[in-house]
């Protein structure tokens, strides 16, 4: 059963155009969220977090959305650039005894093009 | 690259044969995972430790065992490797469990 989903598996837009990639949770106990961003032959590299007490975190052209009552968030790329083309992965902590791991969505892969 | 090596990048080998997996880290971070990807199932975790000699189970332990003996070495062991365990590994570092980084992958053929 996945605790973080994203469903949809490929996303294409144009470059300048703003790109969307959702992500929905099931776990309410989930207090903090990530996303990474991943090129093929390198492993995934951290892109933006937001923290529960939040809805909105930016950093530059990344702005994450969190929807607490919808166990919804987003990641917003604009303007998308032929260099953000990846895939992108949303993840969250969840404590496992006395320990955390992540819980990973199976990613959306986004192609921008020129 | 977050102070996080994996050794090695590249590697074939044959149906049954043990294979060791080596991650080390010079940041002294606490947790350790290994990730194996494959096509539409992303990231899956296999075992993670939160301490010298302590490790736990991920999603898809089965056929693979891990040690830690010093905070920056994680070995990842396939006891007796199956094409199945075809994959590109990757091996994580987190200070507390929450945010992690990633090192740059094996790619592992099982022929």
């Known amino acids: 059963d996945q605790q973080v989903k994203q469903n949809s598996p490929s996303l294409s837009v144009q470059e300048g155009r703003i790109s969307i990639l959702n992500c929905d949770y099931t776990?309410?106990?989930?207090?903090?969220f990530l996303w990474y961003k991943k090129y093929p032959a390198e492993g995934p590299t951290f892109l933006i977090s937001i923290s529960s007490i939040k809805d909105k975190n930016e950093d530059g052209r990344f702005t994450v959305f969190l929807n607490k009552s919808a166990k919804h968030l987003s990641l917003h790329i604009v303007p998308s650039q032929p260099g953000d083309s990846a895939v992108y992965f949303c993840?969250?902590?969840?404590?496992?005894?006395?320990?955390?791991?992540?819980?990973w969505g199976l990613g959306t892969s986004l192609a921008v093009n020129p | 690259d977050a102070g996080i090596t994996q050794s090695p990048r590249h590697k074939v080998t044959e149906t049954g044969t043990p294979v060791t997996l080596r991650c080390h880290q010079t940041e002294n971070h606490r947790y350790m995972y290994w990730y194996r990807q494959d096509p539409g199932h992303g990231l899956r975790l296999i075992h993670y430790s939160y301490g010298v000699k302590d490790t736990d189970k991920g999603e898809v332990s089965d056929g693979y065992s891990v040690s830690r003996s010093k905070t920056e070495d994680f070995l990842l062991t396939l006891e007796s490797a199956t094409s199945s365990q075809t994959s590109v590994y990757f091996c994580?570092?987190?200070?507390?469990?929450?945010?992690?980084?990633f090192g740059q992958g094996t790619r592992l053929t099982v022929v």
């Open positions: 776990n309410s106990m989930f207090d903090y």
């Open positions: 994580a570092i987190s200070p507390a469990g929450d945010k992690a980084f």
């Open positions: 993840a969250a902590p969840a404590n496992a005894g006395n320990n955390r791991k992540l819980i």
